[in-house]
């Protein structure tokens, strides 16, 4: 059983930054593929970024490339996702996931365990 814990959303201005981090507890390791979604109120979860085992390969929502860098320490068991240039669009409850490897990051339903989210609100 893995238990993910999210931290470090909050309010911030147009063109603020944030640093999310995602604390996993039991057996995780590097044999999870880590991820972040998001979800607006009334919208889909949806896919913002991830990140391999021992961090080689990263992968990234159109919506984020350029702004947000998904990386991990093993040592820590933690995933962050450091945020920049946020803009009003990026307000969402952002989710933390653990994927198995080989399986497509993209997809919310690949997923095997989740945590409760955070908010990141980004005021205009």
């Known amino acids: 059983q893995v238990q993910l814990v999210e931290s470090g959303g909050g309010l911030v201005q147009a063109g603020g930054s944030l640093r999310l981090s995602c604390a996993a507890s039991?057996?995780?390791?590097?044999?999870?593929?880590m991820g972040w979604f998001r979800q607006a109120p009334g919208k889909e979860r949806e896919f913002v970024a991830a990140?391999?085992?021992?961090?080689?390969?990263?992968y990234y929502a159109d919506s984020g490339e350029g702004r947000f860098t998904i990386s991990r320490d093993n040592g820590k068991n933690t995933v962050y996702l450091q945020m920049s240039s946020l803009k009003p669009e990026d307000t969402a409850v952002y989710y933390c996931?653990?994927?198995?490897?080989?399986?497509?990051?993209?997809?919310?339903?690949?997923?095997?365990?989740w945590g409760r989210g955070t908010q990141v609100t980004v005021s205009s």
């Open positions: 990140i391999t085992g021992i961090g080689t390969n990263t």
């Open positions: 039991g057996r995780t390791g590097t044999r999870y593929t």
């Open positions: 996931g653990a994927v198995l490897r080989g399986s497509d990051t993209s997809v919310p339903s690949n997923y095997v365990y």
